[in-house]
């Protein structure tokens, strides 16, 4: 059993007869209890920065956990004595020095279960919350920066990813980049009111003639015209605007792409969600603002072309080289309509109009009607061409023949066709080559005379006959032989030509301008 011993003064240490206990780490004696003077307290120095190592209270500790060992009693009661001196005077020193902690540490002692264990506990808790704060210090000073808030763990892990270069996140430059965007569509949406304004004031002016207001009408007239002419005005700057901020924007996609990796894999590195929605959102913004500027262009070119076709009806006929001119840029302003629709009939589209006749859908024009080889850009009526250039389609009308993107295209894959036949078929005469070429695998009596009529004409173009192989022609004598076929095909006729129709021409059947998205 312990004994109680009353403390004199605030300099204590109590007297505890040993006794062994099967909890406590090993048994010891206190030193007996100090004179009632009061003891001078020595001069005392800052603590050395090791001096966690040899705390006293921290050997307890670990000794409490540390199986028991035999000892003297003569051996512990010594060290117990000069341990106990030390472990006030620090204490009491840690008391009064030792910045408070954030957290505060609770000390028990097992083992000790006297009226002197609360005390001990305060006097020695000062000293383990120095002990943690020194380590926490000893932690900033090992990474090189001050220690302010710890993160959160999933935040650390994704610093400690971010400073690896295993994720990528968005650009320094993006913020400043958004900003450009954004005040450039602020001057864009200002420049819509003023446009909207104006278009307003166009829609008050009055519009019905009477004999009362015959007046205000002419007026009203007069003011239209100026009106109309600032709307251009206002959105031309539109345009303009409408172009800067998408400059703005190209930018800052550039400001991404060139930090994205060039390959992936498990050791790419990682790129943030917020990349990507930041991708998506500037693509997004970018691809509304290129379709209301090209609205607005386009808009613009429909009222030039008719602008153009009041001009050509007021210029005399007389006047061709200004009626060229405007007609060139009428054509160029057609193409520009049908090349930038967004909905549209693809090139090659063939089909039936309304009134039965055949069509075909090119790039900037619909051909209706007149010959097949015309209509089909194909003069020599080639029936399969799969390695030609210009091709787009493929007619089933008759037999069926190959569409070419424009005339040229189909004269060369006429003469290439006779070009390849005499490299890989050298001993082939005129006449069985003109049967494959007229007739394909067709070898029908009807085939076979339409062929041997065939032979006759080309006979009589050429003055070829129709036993000499291909390989004993001459250049000369091949391009006279690909000519006659050309015009035997009808690529050479002007006699069936049909209509051709553009946007270049407000006059054009809405059902053709719907095919070439003219009005879209």
């Keep these: 059993m312990y004994k109680q011993v009353k403390k004199p003064s605030s300099s204590w240490s109590p007297t505890v007869q040993k006794k062994p206990s099967k909890f406590g780490p090993q048994p010891y004696k ?171 004031d166009l829609s008050h002016l009055p519009k019905a003639s009477t004999e009362e207001n015959k007046q205000e009408i002419r007026d009203a007239l007069e003011q239209e015209k100026i009106i109309k002419g600032e709307i251009v005005t206002a959105e031309n700057y539109l345009i303009e605007l409408l172009g800067n901020e998408i400059a703005a924007i190209d930018e800052a996609l550039k400001d991404i792409y060139k930090i994205l990796p060039n390959k992936s894999g498990g050791d790419a590195p990682k790129v943030s969600s917020e990349v990507w929605a930041g991708i998506s959102q500037l693509e997004k913004e970018k691809k509304e603002a290129e379709r209301e500027r090209l609205t607005l262009k386009r808009g613009h070119v429909r009222d030039e072309i008719r602008a153009i076709e009041e001009k050509l009806k007021q210029l005399p006929v007389a006047n061709s080289k200004e009626r060229k001119e405007l007609e060139d840029r009428k054509k160029e302003l057609g193409e520009f309509l049908s090349s930038t629709a967004e909905t549209r009939t693809s090139p090659g589209t063939v089909g039936k109009d309304l009134a039965g006749q055949g069509y075909v859908v090119y790039q900037n024009e619909v051909k209706v009607g007149g010959a097949l080889p015309w209509r089909n850009n194909n003069p020599g009526n080639v029936t399969i061409a799969s390695n030609a250039e210009g091709v787009i389609g493929f007619n089933p009308e008759g037999i069926g023949f190959v569409v070419f993107k424009d005339w040229e295209s189909g004269v060369k894959a006429s003469g290439k066709w006779w070009d390849d036949r005499k490299t890989k078929s050298p001993g082939d005469n005129i006449e069985n080559a003109i ?64 209509t051709s129709h553009t946007c270049a021409s407000t006059s054009s059947p809405l059902e053709y301008r719907h095919l070439l998205g003219c009005d879209n």
Excluded: C
Aim: proline letters at 6%; charged letters at 30%; hydrophobic letters at 30%.
């Design 435 to 498: 049967l494959i070429y007229s007739q394909g695998l067709n070898r029908s009596e009807k085939a076979l005379k339409e062929a041997d009529k065939y032979n006759e004409e080309v006979e009589s173009w050429t003055g070829l006959k129709r036993t000499r192989t291909l390989g004993s022609l001459s250049e000369e004598e091949l391009a006279q032989l690909k000519l006659a076929i050309l015009r035997k095909e009808g690529g050479l006729s002007k006699l069936n030509v049909g």
């Design 30 to 200: 206190v030193q007996p209890k100090l004179s009632q003077a009061p003891k001078e307290m020595p001069a005392y120095t800052p603590l050395a920065t090791d001096w966690i190592t040899d705390n006293p209270i921290l050997r307890s500790l670990e000794a409490a956990s540390a199986p028991p060992q035999e000892e003297s009693e003569g051996e512990n009661s010594a060290q117990l004595s000069t341990e106990s001196e030390t472990i006030q005077r620090q204490a009491e020193s840690a008391a009064h020095d030792t910045p408070s902690p954030r957290v505060q540490r609770k000390l028990t002692l097992d083992g000790l279960d006297n009226e002197y264990q609360p005390e001990v506990i305060e006097r020695a808790n000062p000293v383990l919350n120095g002990l943690n704060q020194f380590k926490v210090q000893r932690q900033e000073e090992s990474v090189g920066e001050e220690l302010i808030e710890q993160p959160v763990a999933g935040e650390e892990v994704l610093q400690r990813q971010e400073e690896s270069g295993n994720t990528i996140t968005l650009p320094p430059e993006y913020a400043e980049r958004v900003a450009q965007i954004e005040t450039r569509k602020q001057a864009t949406q200002s420049q819509r009111e003023v446009r909207d304004k104006l278009k307003a």
